[in-house]
């Protein structure tokens, strides 16, 4: 530079070259940081003999704690590449994107299946549907494209439990599939939004979640409190959904068919006797 003397242009020559360094060792210590990551997702995902112990210290020193509730998501970019080279380039920046989303939110990231799995803390009062809302949000964002994500249901104690991650994940990859068949790009979405559909999409036809997700507050009610209410259901339905037909079937006071079918109503939402949940209610009766 014309205007420096030669001290202050070897000076500054050095400090740009220091100023280099350091950015090159930061990259490197933040893509080791990713690469761990990813190595501890993918023990949980596939190695279900590891040690607990192990695990907790390998995510501790990570910032993650795995006795925490989590969610496993599975996030794919929608966008057709028009080559290999572009496609790869694609899911980089993918796998980039989710890894920093991971290591800010103490949870893990890693390249799986042509897309990015990850595994983040569940805030307290937050559902699964709402992460997986965000993190497309997110992660499309941040790679400038469409970003399609799966979600589990919760799940804790992963330490104890590997298994539990290679359920959810399976899981997540199944909510994935089926925003995609319904035209969803660019959405989040957890298991538990498809109702039947995601019984069908289901690898294993996980029935008992399927019925416990769609009555499970009406028959935990009936166990604790000695109640009708999955019968008086059944008949209801069995009678056109006409309460006068019902307490004929029960040989009770139709005013005691109401008061059961009002607190169905407060158990499963106001929404209830719309027809996609009857037909689901029906079902998993």
Known sequence: HRGLDPVDQRTLERAATVTSLLLLARRSAAEAEQR???????DLLDARDRDPRLLRERATRLHADLDATYV???ARLDTPAADADQE??????????ASHLAATRHGLAAAR??????????????????????????????????????????????????????????????????LRLLGRT??????????????????????????DRTIGRVTAYDDRRGTDLVRTLEAY????????????????????VAQRL????????????????????????
């Open 88 to 97: 790869a380039d694609a899911r980089r920046r993918l796998w980039s994107a």
């Open 113 to 178: 299946d042509g897309g990015t799995v990850l595994l983040l803390p569940l805030q307290l009062g937050a559902t699964a549907t709402e992460l997986a809302r965000r993190t497309a949000r997110h992660l499309g964002t941040a790679v400038h494209e469409a970003v399609t994500v799966g979600a589990s249901a919760p799940v804790d104690d992963l330490a104890a439990h590997p298994g539990k991650a290679t359920a959810a994940y399976a899981e997540a990859q199944r909510s994935l599939e089926a």
């Open 72 to 74: 496993v998501l599975a």
């Open 186 to 211: 660019g959405d989040g979405a957890a298991a538990e939004d498809f109702g039947f559909l995601g019984l069908l999409l289901a690898g294993e036809r996980d029935v008992a979640g399927f019925v």
């Open 237 to 256: 339905f069995a009678c056109g959904m006409s309460p006068v037909r019902t307490k004929d079937e029960l040989h009770v006071h139709v005013n005691t």
């Open 262 to 285: 009002e607190r169905v109503g407060r158990l499963l939402g106001e929404d209830w006797q719309t027809p996609a949940r009857v037909l689901e209610i029906q079902l998993a009766l």
């Open 36 to 42: 761990v990551r990813g190595e501890l997702l993918d």
